[in-house]
């Protein structure tokens, strides 16, 4: 048996620098195997969607603007993966930040026609493929 989920989850980066926290976080993920995503991570990135409103990040953070619409987080003293957020929009941040996220579902995974052979997500979530993810969402073709 699980334990009830709490109101508000606690994370942190590897080095503890920076330390986030959400308010009633929705307890489903989704990955990703964009082009771009697989450089950041080595392979998929997993993200948990979050209101601006709900969370809160304290330390030294720092973005890069990866696409004309978007930007993504990382700590600048240990290098750990924060978020992607879409301008104006909520959080994407990765689970592995939280030990509460562990009993996360995995609902989504987009791009799953590009993962790599060896990463393939067990279960019966939903697999979105990159035409029709692009069909219906601003994408960023690979950079050079």
Known sequence: MRNEA??????HCLCGAVRLSVAHPVREASACHCAMCRRWSGAAIWGFEAPAEAV?????????????????????RCGTH?????????????????????DFV???EVYADRAFDCVSLAGGHARVKRADYERDHPFVEDKP
């Open 6 to 11: 709490p109101e508000t989850m606690t994370g």
């Open 56 to 76: 809160t990040v304290q330390g030294p953070v720092e973005t890069y603007r990866s696409s004309s619409f978007a930007e993504r987080a990382w700590c600048r």
């Open 82 to 102: 924060l978020w992607i957020r879409d301008d104006g929009e909520g959080f994407d941040l990765t689970p592995g930040l939280f030990d509460d996220a562990a």
């Open 106 to 108: 995995l609902t989504r």
